[in-house]
């Protein structure tokens, strides 16, 4: 039997193992250099000089929930095709050559974007950069090429969602909170819909989004500005512009104005857990400040042992064995925060959820102390300086940032923008934001019927 | 304070009152004859030579269910649009026209089709026709008619939802029910999205379904097939195949796993309800003969004061004051089955909710009995074949069947197929369908924190 475990925010869980590895050295991104190429493509050159080595990315504005009606998944299973080789470059060649001089890729897609990512010692960048501008136009899709990796791509969707009772449980909370938005659509895709993608839906899709004025190129490391603009304009600059379908597109959510709720019971469950999630403005979305309160709102409330959350229902109550919160701040559109927990042997769901409603009423009433905020603060920023130190994730900040409406500027005034929160308006953020009717509440429990039913 | 008025399925609401509409004289729709002109269009003659008067109704395949992403509401709102007047018949001259003839028109649009409808005395079938046929493709549309339409369906919004807490509930409940089907919009549109409908996307709906290959022609009355005949070769005849983009793609539900719940509470709510919708087949998406089944369940269960629901619960346990069930059968893809209830004064929801759900359990432990069985059909039956005696109902029935992947000999089919539903076939649909994983319930509750906000 599997241990079911929570998953519930990828990115922030990779961020955070991130953010923990390798935090020596001096900070980097001190000098960040960007300016667009005359066909519209972004670059953003941030210096690191601590190795020789360098990290290329290069980032669409283009995710899951810019998909056409009926065809999710698309984003994904073309981040998948892109690697299987163009009219220049048969399948296999980039990744063979890249490995050959010892370097690493990988690739992933979101809601917001789909990114390309190597790293390489510095020589080789103009090489990675001629093979990944050849597969912005070049690339070929064989129809037998098409049927195995759609069988790759619904193998992925069986390990991460369809054998995770939370996961699944996740995906259909996600269903729920948006009503209208195409975020709610998982980024894997519905199977059913997987099942049928094809070469058109794959190139339409690749021709629509992957073009020099939808792509933003991130280079961190030993290099400098002048080097990445002058084999930039040899490889990239020319590729020609796609014209103006490449605009997105996206319908947005009517006002929320009911609570919601969902139960799954599957018989895989071995320890039942709650989870809620409230529709909240993003970084990009929000007014004023709102995405900083949040963020803070988020680690007093949920992040780490001392939280408001553990406190109280894992230390003092002992109604929970884990219980936490997050904000997805980084998003084109209106976006999450989370709550989630735990509960003891022998506490029901419903008692946890009454429990972590009171603890969020208390904070509501006499929000944080100021030694509260100042201690979630310090440990923000620094989590956020020390994540700089590695050179992917800083070229991930910037790449993430600019694919989701934001700037250069705006990462850069992160520190100062968090520092500037006061309890009063984190204590705001909570009675504005935390409103049930914005919000879906999900129980996963045991589906205790259908183990009997296999019994017999 | 306006009275809340529980209105949860208009369409069966308006069939069941024509239903009760002069049952007299002998039913038509014997002599029901089907052919289809050279360019595609599909026409139904159905005989009632009872009197002098014809009703002359033209059906498009294509519904809200069939709009682009971000583009709710721009099915109905074309159907007010097609009013507007063509190069040919300037706004106002057609309806005129009908007036100055004593005739009627009306017209109507669903998640399936869009349908326009006159009746008139039969020398003026001609006539009709000819306009009809004119503004399928002749549709003249100006910036300031669009601006002023779109006030008049805002407003309608504002009547049929906005204004009524049990429509937003259903609204919020059709959402939450379709996770991917596009039945999950409402056919009225989202406000936000309806603010922004312009003359583009009215003209480019209309011109992707107003089509003859894409329209059912339905002529019921005093008339021959061979006259409707020559009249739509002369006038519908002339217009133009529209090609391949005709065809409706749908996103199609995935598999539904977790019960879902939700409670919408408003200040203008003067009595609590409930209602739930579980999502099921329609006749046309049903294997065998399960829409039967499901028809004949809802009105066993909860179809009129000798119901199931009715008695335990009205009549005997006095929890509720009303309460009910409804199928919707006529639907293109997968449909919803729907109970409803207002508990009795001091009674809750919650205490409401349990009390349904034990009818339901008792159902399926015993079935229905033999004589209801008989009872309820023979019911089913005489309302189907009463019905018949209006013209437009009759007319309606053929047009709804057509563009919903029904066939004539279905709607023909339907008392012999109500007939040989047995008690068994009911109480497994029940045991099958009334599946809570496949359900929504939402609860309709009175906001009394808004009203003391009011107060003060």
Request: aromatic share 8%.
């Amino acid at each position: 039997m599997p241990k079911t475990l929570i998953r519930i925010l990828p990115i922030v869980a990779v961020c955070a193992a991130l953010a923990a590895f390798h935090p020596r050295g001096a900070a980097a991104g001190a000098g960040v250099t960007q300016f667009s190429l005359p066909n519209g493509m972004e670059i953003v050159v941030i210096p690191d000089h601590r190795t020789a080595v360098v990290t290329h990315m290069i980032w669409y504005r283009a995710g899951a929930a810019d998909e056409p009606m009926g065809k999710s998944g698309i984003a994904h299973f073309l981040e998948h095709l892109m690697f299987k080789g163009t009219a220049r470059n048969p399948a296999g060649r980039f990744s063979q050559q890249l490995a050959a001089i010892g370097g690493q890729e990988n690739a992933f897609t979101t809601n917001d974007y789909t990114g390309y990512f190597q790293r390489t010692s510095r020589e080789h960048l103009e090489t990675l950069m001629d093979f990944e501008a050849d597969r912005m136009t070049g690339l070929m899709l064989k129809d037998d090429v098409i049927a195995s990796e759609r069988q790759v791509i619904l193998e992925e969707r069986n390990m991460r969602v369809d054998n995770e009772p939370s996961a699944r449980l996740s995906e259909q909370m996600g269903a729920m909170q948006y009503l209208n938005h195409p975020y709610h659509h998982p980024t894997i895709g519905w199977r059913h819909e997987m099942e049928t993608l094809d070469r058109t839906d794959a190139l339409a899709f690749y021709q629509r989004f992957y073009a020099p004025e939808n792509a933003v190129l991130v280079v961190a490391g030993d290099i400098e500005p002048a080097e990445v603009k002058a084999f930039a304009e040899k490889t990239y600059g020319k590729v020609a512009r796609r014209g103006p379908n490449v605009e997105r597109k996206r319908p947005q959510e009517p006002p929320q104005i009911a609570e919601r709720r969902v139960t799954f019971a599957d018989p895989r469950v071995t320890q039942p857990s709650l989870q809620r999630t409230y529709l909240v403005p993003s970084f990009t979305t929000a007014r004023g400040d709102d995405g900083y309160a949040l963020d803070v709102l988020a680690h007093i409330l949920g992040g780490g042992s001392n939280s408001w959350l553990n406190r109280a229902l894992v230390m003092e109550q002992r109604v929970a064995t884990s219980v936490g919160g997050w904000y997805q701040g980084s998003s084109l559109d209106d976006s999450r925060f989370g709550l989630y927990g735990t509960p003891a042997s022998g506490v029901s769901l419903d008692k946890l959820e009454a429990a972590i409603d009171t603890v969020i009423a208390n904070f509501i009433e006499k929000g944080p102390s100021p030694e509260e905020i100042e201690r979630s603060k310090s440990r923000m920023i620094a989590d956020y300086v020390y994540a700089q130190d590695n050179q992917s994730t800083l070229a991930r900040m910037y790449g993430a940032a600019l694919t989701t409406g934001q700037t250069v500027a705006d990462i850069q005034a992160r520190p100062a923008k968090l520092k500037a929160v006061t309890a009063e308006q984190v204590r705001d953020a909570a009675r504005r934001f935390l409103d049930k009717r914005h919000s879906v509440t999900g129980h996963l429990i045991r589906d205790n019927a259908a183990r009997e039913e296999k019994k017999s």
